[in-house]
């Protein structure tokens, strides 16, 4: 293709895609299909690399990201981006209301508006362009995210219409309840192939739509911000010039520009009909894809918000009504305990069941002892029950006037609840823990699920409901006893299973899920080492630890036999991995149950085969892999072990290179940028293994 005709073709590419970003973004009716637009978009962005001098800095290719911030400038606001009085009271709603008739001398129009859960952001357009766009900070002053908000695809690059020259639009960033669930999904994924102990992920995942979408914005790798479908309202217009008379007429004068503005809004004649649009959005709202927290009034005619004017910190011609979190009165029925496959005690209050947030709430975390303590809980308390922004509810308080003078205080056991072993609390941590890892039988229930599990064994045919009536039924102890199962035992054999509620439900395995089970146990045995050693569910050893250990001791019995202090001495193993495998190796009984499944034909030493080795080009560099690609990560992996490179499992100084694909951990992004690792692509990795030389 020519010049010409790819500047030609650039030109079509970006128009039809704009118009595509405004009819699914800011009209929600799109077009064309998701692999249609990515046909499109990937296009243009080939013709924008082979003729960069006909590339524009608002094309549709821009809002994949790309650029790396190292710091946010920042900015001084032409507007001062003020906070707004906040009010939970519909009392104070009608006082804010007096002020404003006494101060203008009769009633005043208002328009009620959502209170989006987000970032707020002011944008600044020059000539119809996006030129910057900067956070709140301290209302003085905020940091330029621009190439981070370029990302977004509800906010326009380039306007159209009859804008002015020159001015501000303020606005809210947000994320959707989905596109949160399915980003933690991602990250809890992500934990569990580190090895993070699955009571400790709980910790690390993300608490709330508006802390992710706040992290996201300021994140340094635009490329990164791009991934997380951020979206945003655009709400109010600042100009040096009169545009209109009214708020009202701005929000629909901003949305013919190509601003996404919301519909959720309404001009009220008076407090009732404020109040009204209050009132029906407090039930509303669990219908709304995203989170709001309260609904912003103002006073709709621009010569009157003039005339009412400011405090030294809010106008005086709005304010924001709050709704209180999403709270619940519920009784306790119970305090339980569940025991982890780690040993871990995690204490939940079994309530009454409730409507909570759009759903009925049964049962709620209590964390560990300490929190149960600061409630001072007592039995069959009423209790308050919060979800707001947090993904498990939880108790926040509990109404003492209503607790039973005779109600006995709730006591964290001192024995585990299902073996009657004395529980352990180590010094500086919060969790119990049962002690008893062979015996007790939640944990070896929940040991053998994941002995099962897809990422260790993978022994199709066989669940965790089965699991656990096997092991109550007496077949099966230990991971070994798996392997002496026969088909004669499973066929017809019937047992009892328990759903979350606690209901019993008679289960019964038929003669072809029999001999799948059998066939599943049977094909296992092919699992390399170092799934096995991940498999065994030894505290902290995830996938990458276990094959980290299976290169540097190749078999089963060398790992059995080595010492904690060189296991420790190992490149990012260290101590506590060290002190959980001697351990788990000085158990009689764990030994015993090794050598059976080496007895069985497990794979207990590394296969490795020297014509794997194609060549030493990466010799002596460190790799971390992350993130989805054409291919499989241990493909990938294993191109970098056939070329001399060794494969890590954490980001470090002495890391060389992150090969980073899409839905990379948001963790790693940000480790990897503040200790300035070099970051490539599949594709560059790809380019990189073809050279000779690497620098």
């Not at 007096?98 to 944008?123: M, P, W």
Request: aromatic letters at 8%.
């Amino acid at each position: 293709m020519n010049s010409d005709l790819a500047q030609k073709r650039i030109a079509e590419l970006s128009a039809e895609l704009k118009q595509h970003n405004y009819n699914y973004y800011i009209l929600s009716q799109p077009s064309i299909s998701d692999f249609e637009f990515d046909i499109l978009l990937k296009e243009l962005e080939q013709l924008e690399k082979d003729f960069p001098a006909f590339a524009k800095s608002d094309s549709p290719t821009q809002q994949v990201g790309g650029d790396i911030t190292k710091n946010f400038q920042q900015v001084k606001h032409k507007y001062p981006m003020l906070s707004l009085g906040n009010t939970y009271s519909k009392e104070e709603l009608q006082e804010f209301d007096t002020r404003i008739q006494n101060a203008i001398g009769h009633a005043v129009e208002y328009v009620c508006e959502l209170k989006f859960d987000g970032l707020a952001i002011s944008i600044s357009y020059e000539n119809g362009k996006l030129v910057r766009a900067v956070t709140r900070g301290d209302g003085v002053q905020g940091d330029d995210v621009t190439q981070n908000v370029k990302t977004i695809r509800s906010i326009p690059h380039e306007l159209k219409g009859n804008f002015p020259p020159s001015f501000e639009i303020r606005g809210e960033i947000f994320m959707h309840r989905k596109t949160f669930e399915r980003l933690n999904n991602e990250l809890k994924t992500e934990l569990l192939e580190q090895g993070v102990d699955e009571d400790k992920i709980a910790e690390r995942l993300y608490k709330n739509p508006r802390n992710f979408a706040s992290g996201s914005l300021k994140m340094q790798d635009s490329k990164e911000v791009a991934k997380r479908s951020l979206d945003a309202f655009l709400y109010f217009v600042y100009s040096d010039v009169n545009l209109c008379e009214t708020h009202s007429e701005s929000l629909k004068m901003a949305e013919s520009w190509g601003f996404k503005v919301s519909d959720h809004f309404k001009i009220c004649k008076d407090i009732d009909e404020v109040m009204n649009f209050v009132n029906t959005y407090d039930k509303e709202r669990q219908n709304l894809s995203y989170e709001i927290d309260g609904v912003v009034i103002k006073v709709n005619n621009y010569s009157f918000q003039k005339e009412l004017g400011f405090t030294a910190k809010v106008p005086r011609w709005a304010i924001s009504y709050k709704y209180k979190a999403e709270t619940a009165i519920s009784q306790l029925r119970e305090v339980t305990y569940q025991v982890g496959r780690t040993g871990a005690i995690t204490p939940v209050a079994n309530l009454t069941p409730v409507q909570l947030a759009g759903t009925t709430v049964k049962r709620a975390s209590l964390y560990n002892a300490d929190e149960i303590e600061r409630l001072d809980l007592h039995a069959f308390d009423t209790v308050f029950v919060e979800k707001g922004g947090e993904i498990i509810p939880k108790i926040t308080g509990v109404d003492t006037s209503k607790r039973d003078l005779f109600a006995q205080k709730i006591m964290y056991p001192s024995i585990c609840p299902e073996c009657q072993t004395p529980l352990v609390r180590k010094e500086g941590e919060a969790i119990h823990y049962c002690p008893n890892d062979s015996h007790c039988p939640t944990q070896l229930i929940g040991r053998m699920e994941h002995f099962i599990s897809r990422r260790a064994m993978n022994i199709e045919g066989l669940g965790g409901e089965t699991v656990a009536g096997l092991f109550k039924k007496g077949l099966i102890r230990s991971y070994a006893d798996l392997y002496e199962l026969k088909y004669e035992q499973l066929n017809g054999l019937e047992f009892e299973s328990e759903d979350e509620a606690g209901n019993k439900k008679k289960r019964s395995i038929k003669e072809k899920s029999a001999e799948n089970i059998i066939n599943g146990i049977a094909a296992s045995k092919s699992i390399p080492f170092e799934r096995v050693l991940f498999a065994l569910g030894i505290r902290m050893i995830g996938e990458t630890v276990a094959k980290k250990l299976a290169q540097q001791f190749e078999n089963i019995d060398n790992l059995m036999q080595a010492n904690g202090e060189k296991i420790a001495s190992l490149y990012e193993i260290g101590e506590k991995i060290a002190e959980n495998l001697t351990r788990f190796f000085a158990d009689e009984d764990n030994v015993a149950m090794v050598q059976r499944l080496k007895a069985a034909g497990l794979q207990m030493e590394l296969a490795f085969n020297p014509d794997e080795i194609r060549s030493n080009k990466l010799a002596g560099k460190k790799f971390l892999v992350s993130g989805s690609f054409s291919i499989s990560r241990d493909e990938l992996k294993k191109l970098i072990e056939h070329n001399g490179g060794q494969n890590v499992g954490s980001i470090s100084k002495s890391l060389d290179f992150l090969i980073a694909g899409d839905k990379m951990g948001p963790e790693k992004l940000k480790k990897a940028t503040d200790l300035n690792i070099k970051m490539i692509s599949e594709e560059e990795f790809m380019q990189l293994i073809q050279e000779s030389i690497i620098s």
